[in-house]
């Protein structure tokens, strides 16, 4: 969309319009720090060009400089108040910052001045899928496609929401309709791959995701939910890759994705952490492994001299940054990192990461190295039942692995620890159901 600025001279305007197509196609072409200077050239002839201010907007956020990306956004709306493409990209950088209260205000006032916006109708539907008003998100996403018939991602974001209502055979259609329309789209085809499993045919989810990896080796996810859909031999654990790809992503509403699951594993580690930990204050050295975007830190404060945080994901620390909480936070495979460190601490915690580890003896051996003698070892797993699943651990569907209770004990005793206690827990929900999971605390014996 482009919007009329302020009248100027005609070679002054075309001046603009030259450096601005210029900036464009340097920023389509992903030349991010060029499109920055280009942007800014334009705006230094003509300070009020709304295009301009927008699409560096733009360029800041993808470069992770939202505050810079939301005045930018802004600024053009004040000067092009009915600007919907701006409108809408301002909505989508709050959609995907968490702030969805104020995302939906923006899509709806947008709507109300361009009902037809179909991008607009899609975004405020996601938005609708999160917060679980699944028939009024479908209903905006039929809207979108009495539109645009062919719009690859309202059939996307179709079949996500069929999913949600577990119209398996119609998700199918809409992600094959994706397919259609855009054959490499590789969300889809993990999804598709998906649905099939749960109609029942493994062999076509199998060869969806074995045909995805021939056109993009790379897709660390595609290869890790290939082994679980096999289920051949899974690996020992979830590749490094598929961690930092997963996380990487979600990074942004995977605080507000787990409240509505109703997680509850920081709270409940927090609370056997003040329990189990004799002193008081701010005195104890605490690691927190898996640190995602510092969930426990809140909860464990209270005791808390130093805390310090590791995980794999670099965005996903960024928004554990944000909470001034930790000591140091680190971006590294806990293993790895647990194995070079020479600081002791007094507790080591580690919530739903070992839910991506089917072999557990070397990580608790780890953990017992890093801890002071009598330190406690504070986390937990999904837990499946031997009557059920014989094996000691098993890679689920959904890519998680579970481990049975005995397999956890023996581990612990290998490694060199006590077994304190071990509690059934449900540490979230799953398609609406209670995953059965399990909360461990074990101490290192004193010397």
Same mark, same amino acid.
Not at 293 to 305: D, H
């Given at each position: 969309?482009?919007?009329?600025?302020?009248?100027?001279?005609?070679?002054?305007?075309?001046?603009?319009?030259?450096?601005? %197509?210029?900036?464009?196609?340097?920023?389509?072409?992903?030349?991010?720090?060029?499109?920055?200077?280009?942007?800014?050239?334009?705006?230094?002839?003509?300070?009020?060009?709304?295009?301009?201010?927008?699409?560096?907007?733009?360029?800041?956020?993808?470069?992770?400089?939202?505050? %810079?990306?939301?005045?930018?956004?802004?600024?053009?709306?004040?000067?092009?108040?009915?600007?919907?493409? #701006?409108?809408?990209?301002?909505?989508?950088?709050?959609?995907?910052?968490?702030?969805?209260?104020?995302?939906?205000?923006?899509?709806?006032?947008?709507?109300?001045?361009?009902?037809?916006?179909?991008?607009?109708?899609?975004?405020?539907?996601?938005?609708?899928?999160?917060?679980?008003?699944?028939?009024?998100?479908?209903?905006?996403?039929?809207?979108?496609?009495?539109?645009?018939?062919?719009?690859?991602?309202?059939?996307?974001?179709?079949?996500?929401?069929?999913?949600?209502?577990?119209?398996?055979?119609?998700?199918?259609?809409?992600?094959?309709?994706?397919?259609?329309?855009?054959?490499?789209?590789?969300?889809?085809?993990?999804?598709?791959?998906?649905?099939?499993?749960?109609?029942?045919?493994? #062999?076509?989810?199998?060869?969806?995701?074995?045909?995805?990896?021939?056109?993009?080796?790379?897709?660390?996810?595609?290869?890790?939910?290939?082994?679980?859909?096999?289920?051949?031999?899974?690996?020992?654990?979830?590749?490094?890759?598929?961690?930092?790809?997963?996380?990487?992503?979600?990074?942004?509403?995977?605080?507000?994705?787990?409240?509505?699951?109703?997680?509850?594993?920081?709270?409940?580690?927090?609370?056997?952490?003040?329990?189990?930990?004799?002193?008081?204050?701010?005195?104890?050295?605490?690691?927190?492994?898996?640190?995602?975007?510092?969930?426990?830190?809140?909860?464990?404060?209270?005791?808390?001299?130093?805390?310090?945080?590791?995980?794999?994901? #670099?965005?996903?620390?960024?928004?554990?940054?944000?909470?001034?909480?930790?000591?140091?936070?680190?971006?590294?495979?806990?293993?790895?990192?647990?194995?070079?460190?020479?600081?002791?601490?007094?507790?080591?915690?580690?919530?739903?990461?070992?839910?991506?580890?089917?072999?557990?003896?070397?990580?608790?051996? #780890?953990?017992?190295?890093?801890?002071?003698?009598?330190?406690?070892?504070?986390?937990?797993? %999904?837990?499946?039942?031997?009557?059920?699943?014989?094996?000691?651990?098993?890679?689920?569907?959904?890519?998680?692995?579970?481990?049975?209770?005995?397999?956890?004990?023996?581990?612990?005793?290998?490694?060199?620890?006590?077994?304190?206690?071990?509690?059934?827990?449900?540490?979230?929900? %799953?398609?609406?159901?209670?995953?059965?999971?399990?909360?461990?605390?074990?101490?290192?014996?004193?010397?």
């Amino acid at each position: 969309m482009s919007v009329t600025s302020l009248i100027m001279s005609p070679t002054k305007n075309n001046k603009i319009t030259h450096n601005l %197509e210029l900036a464009r196609a340097l920023h389509k072409q992903g030349n991010l720090i060029q499109a920055t200077a280009a942007y800014k050239k334009v705006l230094r002839l003509a300070p009020t060009q709304p295009d301009a201010l927008h699409y560096l907007g733009l360029v800041y956020y993808q470069t992770g400089q939202v505050n %810079e990306a939301l005045s930018n956004i802004k600024r053009a709306l004040v000067i092009a108040p009915h600007y919907a493409d #701006a409108m809408n990209n301002l909505a989508n950088i709050y959609k995907e910052t968490g702030d969805l209260l104020a995302a939906q205000a923006l899509y709806t006032r947008l709507l109300s001045i361009a009902p037809h916006h179909t991008n607009t109708l899609i975004n405020l539907a996601i938005i609708f899928k999160q917060t679980k008003q699944t028939q009024e998100a479908l209903h905006l996403i039929h809207r979108a496609l009495a539109l645009e018939p062919q719009h690859v991602i309202a059939h996307y974001n179709l079949g996500n929401i069929q999913i949600d209502l577990q119209q398996f055979e119609l998700a199918k259609s809409s992600f094959m309709q994706v397919l259609m329309l855009e054959p490499l789209h590789h969300q889809a085809t993990k999804q598709l791959a998906y649905v099939l499993a749960e109609l029942g045919q493994t #062999a076509a989810a199998i060869e969806t995701l074995q045909n995805l990896i021939e056109h993009r080796p790379e897709d660390a996810i595609a290869q890790h939910l290939l082994a679980a859909y096999a289920q051949n031999t899974p690996p020992l654990r979830a590749a490094d890759n598929y961690i930092k790809q997963t996380f990487d992503h979600y990074s942004a509403s995977f605080n507000l994705s787990l409240a509505q699951l109703e997680y509850q594993v920081p709270q409940l580690i927090g609370e056997k952490v003040l329990s189990s930990l004799s002193p008081v204050g701010s005195q104890l050295d605490i690691l927190d492994l898996g640190c995602g975007t510092g969930l426990c830190a809140e909860f464990i404060k209270p005791v808390c001299r130093a805390l310090i945080g590791v995980d794999l994901s #670099a965005k996903m620390l960024a928004q554990a940054a944000k909470l001034n909480l930790y000591k140091e936070l680190h971006e590294a495979e806990l293993v790895e990192f647990m194995s070079k460190t020479a600081k002791p601490f007094d507790c080591v915690i580690c919530a739903d990461t070992f839910v991506y580890f089917g072999e557990l003896h070397s990580a608790f051996s #780890a953990t017992l190295l890093v801890l002071k003698p009598h330190g406690y070892f504070i986390f937990s797993v %999904e837990q499946h039942s031997t009557s059920v699943n014989s094996n000691d651990y098993f890679l689920q569907r959904n890519g998680r692995y579970s481990h049975a209770k005995a397999y956890i004990n023996t581990a612990l005793q290998l490694a060199g620890f006590t077994l304190c206690t071990i509690e059934n827990i449900v540490p979230r929900l %799953e398609k609406g159901k209670a995953v059965s999971g399990a909360l461990i605390v074990a101490q290192k014996p004193g010397k």
